[in-house]
């Protein structure tokens, strides 16, 4: 009788399904008699099956009818608890049929009561067959549990066969690579190629594999989408039982994130490195961990320091290191940041000021793990504060404290007084004639002037008081606690003293003389608006008086300013008024005798005063800025007067008009004057210009750029006052101008029979006629003057003796006398 292997060996624990005992005796007998030994148990009924199949079995052996039980149903528990368990049916009553529909259902054998020959065989296969059933479902519920995982893996996992074709890719993959498995089997892992890896990885990644090695390395793939990303691969070949490649299993993991953040990371190291700010890391204890270029210059420290073992002292050595540890560092723990600014000392000594921002980085408990601190070195900026601070403070010419500054201080000085009872003092100096040495010698000459009163006036001030610049030619000094009356006088005296001496500009030497006016704090006012303003008036009282003069303010001085001030207001409206005029006065040509054209010189009647000179506001309208709009209006006027005069049948006759140096100056000047000609249809010729030879000889080259265009608009340009100023004779041949106009004070002189003077009228005529200028006489107040500059072969002369400047309708009617001198 032949028995079974592992069960020969072992106790076979066999379950017998069996309501007779009998039978189920006999068939432990038949196999224990064929060798096995035998561990068994009988039930009869499905309870006490499925309490039995609460142990585990080899085999079970079932009876196929029963009374309480049948073998179908203990099949089906059978199976149910146990599904690779084998069963053997013994029946005395089983046929083919039922036989077959038994193993149908799940039963691996059976053999009939009677004839138990089979048995033994049938049990040993049974329980082989059952082992390798066991077997191969463990199998493949490992490789279920296998693809599974693979499947839902976080690393993207494709396979290969040994050719390259994709055999399979998991989620993981498709999530990273924007392909479906459906899209990339049988293709060739070539469709991530990004083009971006070096060729060489590749030919070494085939090497390896192919040789049976894995490949591990990263490399940069590209999405369906186009977009590169990195991973982390693994590739590894998979035998077979000979040792043949049969696959590649590629596992990638994405550190695209990982990539960027290095990337990112070493910008931003380049970044710090490169910034010229001091930025540093730096522990609770003041352990510096980092510490960028900027840093490492700062404070002279080589390159590979260990900077871990260098502490906040050894780069701050004075208080700024203690004040960030004890006081910002606690408070940046408790608020997360502090930005602020601190002057820091560097290595070699030097105390830079700094702003500052420190921030807290907590660590994964929250608690503080260390701080960064950035230092921007801000000493420029500080400079350009102070720079602006001392524009905004100081005058630009003379470098004294200007106005605003002056009035700080002043406000300082009036509370001061209030408290202790003391007393100051605030004097005004304007220069006398200070007009006449800008115009004869130029601003240059002016400015000189002003700085060299400016360094003078300082060397008279004690360490409390302030000289200050109004700017122009007036200046400030306050006296801090004057000891009395003689103590002002006493600086007068020095200040006369020390400004009143030469000035020396190039060959000249400049006398400058002033006037003072005074105001005492707190008796002439106890609020700066007042103290200035007293002082003003002072001032104006003392000029009015001449040259060199001070006065002391006393209370009835301010209804002249302030009658001035509102003079200044009428002024602002007499355009609007109508309350200007012009009168015009007659030119006449010395060889026919008759009227050649007129200047034109404004009039002003105002509502109240009367008549008001234009040598009283015409510098007015210059200091308001008015003389743009004025000087506008009276270009056109002028020259729609003149196209009266030609419609009233005294064609070619031309005016002229005044140009200040305000006027010339302005940008506007050529448009202006062409508009004027245009709109009044002046036929360009029949318009003259006239200005002194102050205004073209203060910037000549700039001037004869001016005088070029308006020449070349066909306008006449006139010098007026010519022999007043410091005309360069060079350059008036270079000017493009028309005519000379001999200042009227030469003519007095003739008069009065000065031969100088006259000298200067003859070499005036001999000059202009040498360079081909017409020449016109001013101030022609007799028959013997106008004699005489026939005799010179003057030109053109204009004159009180000839005719007062007249309104238009007067002239007009003058005119029409057809008067002849
Ligand atoms: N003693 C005396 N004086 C004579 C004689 N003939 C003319 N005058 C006066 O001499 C001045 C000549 O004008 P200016 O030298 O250009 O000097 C002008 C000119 O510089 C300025 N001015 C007048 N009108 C205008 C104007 O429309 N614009 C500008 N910018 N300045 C003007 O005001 C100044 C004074 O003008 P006015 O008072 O009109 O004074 C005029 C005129 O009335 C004379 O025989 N004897």
New binding site residues.
Partial sequence: MSVATKEQTGTLRALMIEDVEDDALLLVDYLQSSGFALEWRRVDSEDALRNAMLESWDIVFSDFSMPKFNGKRALQVVREIDPDLPLIFVSGTIGEDVAVEAMKAGAQNYVMKGSLKRLPSAVTREIHDAALRREQREAEVTLRKLSMAVNQAASSVFITDPEGCIEYVNLAFERLTGFTQAEVLGRTPAILCSGQNDGAVYSELWRKIRGGEVFRGTLVNRRKDGSLFYEDKIIAPIKDGDGRITHFVSTGNDITQRVRADQDRSRLAAILEGTPDIVAILRPDGQVVYLNHAGRARFALAPDIELGRLSLHDLFPDQFSERLLDEIFPRVGETGSWSGEAVLMTSSGIRVPVSQVVLRHLDEYGEVEYFSTVIRDISEQKRYEAELKYRATHDRLTNLPNRFMLSERLEQEIERIKFDGSQATVMFLDLDDFKRINDSLGHAAGDAVLQAVARRLRTCMRPSDIAASHGGDEFTVLMSEPAGFDDVMAMLHKLREVIERPVLYGMHEIFVTFCAGIALCPADGDNVTDLLRNADSALYRAKSSGAKQYSFYSSDMNARGDELLSLEADLRRALSNDEFHLEY?PQVDLTSGSIIGA????RWVHPAHGLI???DF?PMLEKTGL?DTV?EW?MHQACEDCRAWHAAGFAQLRVS????AL?FNDVELLGKVRRAIEEEALPAELLEL?LTENIVMRDPQGATEILQALHSMGVRIAV??FGTGYSSMAYLKTFPIDVLKID?TFMRGVEIGDSSDAAIVEASVLFARKLGLEVVA????TRAQLDFLRDCGCHLA????MSR?LPQAKLLALLRTHPSW
């Fill in positions: 006065q200047e034109a010189l404004i000179s234009p040598v015409v003389i000087g009276v008009v005044n140009v200040s006027q006239e007026d006052d009227q001013e101030g022609v107040e204009q004159g009180f003796f400047p």
